[in-house]
């Protein structure tokens, strides 16, 4: 998860991103808290695969509890 997290952070195309929806949306999306948000979605998602990769679970598990 931590190397999801820096994977993010480290680049430079988040960085572009993260300054054209600053500029688009005049400062109400910040493009700190979006980089944290994207940094730390990959960081989750990251793990929950690992979970399942070491437990065997189906995604399903993990994808149905978000759909409703």
């Known amino acids: 998860m931590v190397i999801g997290y820096f994977i993010v952070k480290a680049e430079p ?4 991103l993260m300054e054209q929806v600053e500029e688009l949306t005049s400062g109400a999306i ?3 808290a979006m980089g944290y948000s994207l ?3 990959v960081a989750v998602s990251l793990g929950l695969a ?3 990769v070491l437990t ?3 995604v399903l598990w993990f994808l149905i509890p978000g759909s409703g």
């Not at 195309?13 to 572009?16: F, K, P």
């Open 13 to 16: 195309a988040v960085y572009v």
């Open 30 to 32: 910040s493009g700190r």
């Open 39 to 41: 940094s730390i979605g």
């Open 50 to 52: 690992m979970v399942r």
């Open 56 to 58: 065997g679970i189906s």
